[in-house]
């Protein structure tokens, strides 16, 4: 329930709104309902990105107690004794572990700074004592609390979020997660030799940072969000406020990121890592709380009853032939789908064959006729379609024996019966079919074409009858 509710409405007038998806929805179900599963899958990936050691891997996951900087020494004792002084009076919210109950506390200060983000020196210029105990008094005793009436400067109630962050038990990124930002904060691009350059690995710090972010407890979680989304705002309106996201970095990191009960002396070695990373979250933190797509996949198959895949390599298989065996359902439909059509096409095929047979035999007695129906007899699938029509051959023409054909052997001879011969010749399949497409489109069905060929013909003939009488006379008129 906490996940996810499913509310019914009957309201006609607000069915057509747009329905709201969450991409990370098995993302967050799984964490809540199978938290070891969900943590394995998340640090197997974070080992792929970052080199952790072994006792640094058990203090990720919780395993062993942090070992951090500065945790040796009188100094660093006399340290520690002196901020658990000042957090000796806990309040509800102020000096308390991190619940959601101070998360709903302290977010009014946040949405009461996102209308205020052009005050110069923003988070920098502290605010006046007084008032900011006044509203620290509010906030832990659970009032609500009214910010716009004009009471408060913007100045007040920036302090007052640096003071109730750094007042927590610990950083809001948590202990576990130290040495792992600093290995982040390591992320090169290579060369082409394999070499690590200087160049920081965008992509692959983000991908990180996301991971990392899923395995942070919830409260932390929700809290991080509302506060690098202030922040990347804040930044936005740096031609303003006068604070870059560098500035911003410089004032959070120490509440956000540090140790507790550490000095910048402690963290001399690394403490241009940290500014920078914090920097680098602020920058990019609209990307930052989106799972990756392949933890995304993994949740979604591990609900869906398909294997789960542990790694972002694990996903490349998808693409494979073998993601059939991953969605047996779709492929399935897909094949119903495809044989379908398939059969709906081979009708629509046939039915246009028996279209082209009928036509093709409804013809005229003619030569065009013949090789028409030759060209169906070289191709025995395609008189499949005309079972259902006659095929009787048609009746052999008889051969002509006429006074002006016997001239025509006699006196022309071989000529004739090889200009007969290669007028009756059959042509190439695609010839044909070219001729029978202009013919077609001329003449406008295929009785037509008929009786044009057969004019043709016949005005051949009259030309061939006219040269055989001027032969005769000719030869007579030398004779005499």
Known sequence: DAICNF???NDSSLRSQPIIFNPDFFVEKLRHEKPEVFTELVVSNITRLIDLPGAELAQLMGEEDPKLPGANGTAAGFFRSLMSLKRK????????????EGIAQVSQLIEYLHKNLRAEGLFRVPGNSIRQQILKDALNSGTDIDLDSGEFHSNDVATLLKMFLGELPEPLLTHKHFHAHLKIADLTLFDEKGNKTSTPDKERQIEALQLLFLILPAPNRS????LLDLLYQTAKKQDKNKMSAHNLALMFAPHILWPRNVTANDLQENITKLNNGVTFMIKHSQKLFKAPAYIRECARLHYLGSRAHTS??????????SSKELQPLKSQKRSRLDTCHQEETQQRTEEALKELFRHVHNMPDSAKKK???????KHPTALTPGSDV???PAPRRARSRSFSGLIKRKVLGTPVILERKSRDATPEPERVSKENVHLLQKCGSPAHVSQVKLKSLEGRKEESCRRVRAHLLSKDSSSL
């Open 390 to 392: 006659p095929t009787s």
């Open 371 to 377: 090789k028409l129906i030759r060209q169906f007899n």
């Open 223 to 226: 809290l991080l969000k509302l």
């Open 89 to 100: 009076e806990k309040g509800v919210v102020f000096g308390s572990p991190l619940t959601e």
């Open 312 to 321: 972002k390599d694990d996903l490349d298989l998808l693409t494979s032939p």
């Open 7 to 9: 509310v019914i409405c």
